[in-house]
């Protein structure tokens, strides 16, 4: 079976075709981790956009596409959270520093203003 005739609406998601689609449609994903994708025969489906987006799917466990933990997601959320704590603080200790730089200018100026 040649690559060609392999149809990439079903290897990446969904083809409304179906089993009248000219093309060969192989239902078997590919469970390997370092794959090249485009020699692969196998399915390589897409993340559905709907569980990823709304966290939901109508179709479940039939849908085409690939449904993720929610695990993955809360990890990412922790991580920004915890990078969003990080440069509040470095944007605080900036603001200070720069609370004193404006500081030292104004005695400057008062001084230069007083020589003057």
């Excluded at 179906?18 to 090249?36: F, G, L, P, Q, Y």
């Excluded at 915890?82 to 104004?106: R, Y």
Aim: positive net charge; contains cysteine; hydrophobic residues 30%.
């Amino acid at each position: 079976m040649a690559a060609q005739n392999i149809c990439n609406f079903n290897k990446f998601g969904f083809c409304k075709f179906s089993e009248n689609c000219r093309k060969n449609h192989i239902n078997e994903k590919c469970s390997k981790s370092s794959c090249d994708i485009s020699t692969c025969q196998l399915r390589h489906p897409k993340v559905c956009r709907y569980l990823r987006d709304y966290k939901y799917c109508k179709f479940g466990e039939w849908c085409k596409f690939l449904h993720v933990e929610a695990e993955n997601n809360y990890n990412d959320i922790i991580q920004i959270k915890t990078e969003q704590e990080t440069i509040a603080k470095k944007l605080d200790l900036v603001e200070k520093q720069l609370e004193e730089k404006n500081g030292i200018i104004d005695c400057i100026l008062k001084k230069l203003d007083y020589f003057h």
